[in-house]
């Protein structure tokens, strides 16, 4: 799914445009027990009720694609005769109306949750009318035209935590009094789209898994509900490619390396921005391996690296480089000293060897503050300070 397929599901879980019907609901404990299910029907419900229902629906697809939102792939077989991709068929195709299916998916689910807390396990059926759309990329919401229905199951597993205590105005009595506090649904850490989305129809052989931690896999959610391998979080992705560049290069990943490829893979994130591309901006180890030889790294260690990336990320395996740099920041640490720098700046931060003592610069052009308060550097504080 691209990012213009995933912000026109979104739209349609609007209060006014949505087609669900009845969202179904499994509270259950900390002990994994089941408190209560319920189903209830979005017609019956008020604005607020149905707009919070929606929104944490709606949370399910939100974040950015190959971090919060990543692709599940069924194999072939899977979709011909496997277990798991046949019982979500299952459910789809009876829209959640088998209620022994639909107690199963439960227990599936209850399998999987781990922690000290409440959850509320929300799964909805729904019937897309995909509006038809013009080559212009326009839209014809009052056209009688469509290009399909999409039907599908959206999921989201919302934990239940108790509001803070505190004092609360009592109307009637004119005072305050202690309050102790609410269960309240909080929104989900993990949900799913299935089928997905692609090219504006059902895709049986993709689903898109949602975390609100990009540092989890949610491995045994992944492993009982699609029986897929799961996808190597985006957190883990950027540990990777950082141990990979300092395990091959060795003494040659010098500050200027790892400033030219942070800087070349943020300009790739910012022009790809810019260009509007629905596709996900993706790019491979050749990718990388160019800013590196432009940097002078020679070729015993592009060929450590060669083989360290595909190791960590598979062979012509193509990567998201949201996940291996943050194109917001770019940090430098020292044991005793930590450095945040706009990386947008970056030609500012330089190394220096001072009477033969390796020295970070930056250079100052503007202002200064130390802790919030203004200061001067005066031109006597410069002497020596570069060679």
Same mark, same amino acid.
């Given at each position: ?46 604005? #607020?009720?149905? &707009?919070? !229902? @929606?929104? +944490?629906?709606?949370? $399910? ?5 190959? %971090?919060?939102?990543? /692709? ?41 949750? #781990?922690?000290? &807390?409440? !959850? @509320?396990? +929300?799964?909805?059926? $729904? ?5 038809? %759309?013009?080559?212009? /990329? ?250």
């Amino acid at each position: 799914m691209n990012e213009k397929e995933v912000a026109e599901l979104r739209r349609h879980l609007h209060p006014d445009r949505h087609t669900i019907v009845t969202i179904h609901g499994c509270y259950v404990n900390e002990q994994k027990k089941i408190i209560s299910t319920f189903e209830q029907s979005m017609g019956m419900l008020n604005d #607020e009720e149905r &707009e919070q !229902y @929606l929104g +944490l629906l709606k949370k $399910s697809l939100s974040g950015g694609l190959g %971090r919060n939102l990543v /692709d599940i792939s069924f194999t072939t077989m899977q979709v011909a005769e496997g277990e798991e991709h046949a019982f979500l068929m299952k459910l789809r195709d009876t829209r959640l109306q088998d209620r022994e299916a639909l107690e199963e998916f439960y227990q599936r689910v209850i399998e999987t949750l #781990e922690g000290e &807390e409440n !959850y @509320l396990i +929300l799964v909805a059926h $729904s019937n897309y009318d995909v509006p038809f %759309r013009s080559k212009t /990329d326009v839209f014809d919401r009052d056209s009688d035209r469509s290009e399909e229905v999409f039907s599908h199951l959206l999921c989201s597993i919302c934990p239940v935590k108790k509001s803070k205590s505190g004092l609360s105005y009592d109307r009637d009595q004119n005072a305050f009094h202690m309050e102790y506090g609410d269960l309240l649904v909080s929104p989900p850490v993990m949900g799913f789209l299935f089928p997905a989305f692609d090219d504006r129809r059902a895709n049986l052989y993709n689903a898109l898994f949602y975390t609100k931690d990009i540092k989890d896999a949610h491995e045994a959610f992944i492993d009982r509900i699609f029986h897929t391998q799961p996808p190597m979080p985006a957190a883990e992705q950027k540990a990777g490619f950082e141990a990979v560049l300092s395990n091959a290069l060795e003494e040659e990943c010098s500050m200027e390396v790892v400033q030219s490829v942070h800087d070349q893979l943020r300009s790739m994130i910012v022009a790809h921005k810019e260009s509007k591309v629905s596709e996900p901006l993706t790019i491979t180890r050749a990718d990388v391996g160019e800013v590196l030889e432009s940097c002078g790294v020679s070729e015993e260690r592009m060929a450590a690296f060669n083989v360290k990336f595909d190791s960590e990320f598979g062979t012509d395996h193509p990567v998201s480089p949201k996940n291996l740099i943050d194109s917001k920041k770019f940090e430098v640490k020292t044991p005793s000293v930590s450095i945040k720098v706009d990386p947008e700046y970056l030609d500012q931060v330089k190394t220096r060897v001072i009477d033969g003592i390796r020295y970070i610069t930056i250079r100052v052009d503007e202002s200064v503050e130390v802790n919030g308060v203004p200061v001067e550097i005066k031109d006597q504080d410069l002497v020596g300070a570069e060679v």
